[in-house]
């Protein structure tokens, strides 16, 4: 699986960014996906993560009620829409998928994206 992220960018505090991330091959529909970031002088932390038939979620704390994780399984897409943005969401996110799942910890994660960078200015 290959994963192209997409979708970051500047944005004032307070606002919303809608990030995506394009699946190469034809068993996507079977991994778990997840987002994680990673700010500068920091270790990349666990976001979100959605299960392969998008039943189950997961959400860091310090997200909860203002991130929003999906999965188009047609398109091979799976998005965090991000509201409400806080200068500390600063970070380059990630997209990973992994069989099983959808797990926390990204040990658990077989295939990563290459990031894109979400910056929040106050």
């Known amino acids: 699986v290959q994963l192209q992220a997409s979708g970051g960018g500047l944005v004032q505090a307070g606002g919303s960014l809608r990030l995506s991330c394009v699946a190469s091959?034809?068993?996507?529909?079977?991994?778990?996906l997840g987002w994680f970031r990673q700010a500068p002088g920091e270790e990349r932390e666990f976001v979100a993560s959605?299960?392969?038939?998008?039943?189950?979620?997961y959400y860091a704390d310090s997200v909860k009620g203002r991130f929003t994780i999906s999965r188009d399984n047609a398109k091979n897409t799976v998005y965090l829409q991000m509201n409400s943005l806080k200068p500390e969401d600063t970070a380059v996110y990630y997209c990973?998928?992994?069989?099983?799942?959808?797990?926390?910890?990204?040990?658990?994660?077989?295939?990563w994206g290459q990031g894109t960078q979400v910056t929040v200015s106050s």
């Open positions: 990973a998928a992994e069989l099983g799942g959808p797990g926390t910890e990204r040990g658990r994660y077989d295939y």
């Open positions: 091959g034809r068993t996507f529909s079977t991994y778990a």
């Open positions: 959605i299960a392969w038939g998008a039943i189950s979620t």
